[in-house]
């Protein structure tokens, strides 16, 4: 079975959600919300969790994906431990651009989690890197796409917070 794809540049992030997620959708999310089975067939065994096919649980997520009702489905790393950073990064976005800088920041690799927000900064966004000079770099390059400054927002300190939310 081919497994769920998410992220990428594809301009999904931002975007509103196509649908609402139906009962069967909601079991979905909140069994995949941690735990999830580290064996040879992930998938097969949340189906079995649920009494759902395999196929159908793996149908349901990529469509959750597509329609965007659910913007990401992946691991979540410890970046730093591998050598690699993370980084908050805002931008303040004329009107008139927001949908030409969103598809522009939306292309950079580097970027996850693109939110707008009400406040002079009114684009917020993580980059994540393979290095810590990586984040410089990176918000040089998304500057150089747009002609906009990226204001970063380096984390002083890190803190755990399971966030589990019912659906």
């Known amino acids: 079975m ?4 998410s992220g990428g540049g594809d301009g999904r992030r931002a975007v509103a ?5 139906d009962d069967i959708d909601r079991r979905l999310i909140n069994a995949l919300q941690g735990d999830f089975p580290l064996d040879e ?10 009494g759902l096919p395999e196929a159908e649980v793996i149908d349901r997520l990529q469509s959750l994906l597509d329609d965007h009702v659910l913007t990401r ?9 591998m050598g690699g950073a993370f980084c908050l990064a805002a931008i303040a976005v004329p009107e008139g651009r927001w949908t ?8 950079f690799a580097e ?3 693109n939110y707008r927000r009400e406040h002079r900064l009114n684009m917020w966004f993580v980059l ?10 990176a918000a040089r390059r998304i500057e150089s796409a747009t002609g906009l400054a990226v204001n970063l927002f ?11 939310l019912e659906a």
Do not use: D
């Open 111 to 113: 970027v996850a989690h």
């Open 73 to 81: 489905f992946g691991p979540m790393f410890q970046i730093e431990r």
């Open 17 to 21: 959600a196509r649908r609402a997620p």
């Open 128 to 137: 994540a890197t393979e290095t810590p000079e990586g984040i410089a770099e």
């Open 41 to 50: 067939t992930p998938f097969a065994s949340v189906a079995a969790a649920l």
């Open 100 to 107: 030409s800088v969103v598809e522009a920041v939306n292309a």
């Open 2 to 5: 081919p497994e769920p794809q």
């Open 154 to 164: 380096p984390k002083e300190r890190e803190y755990f917070v399971e966030m589990k």
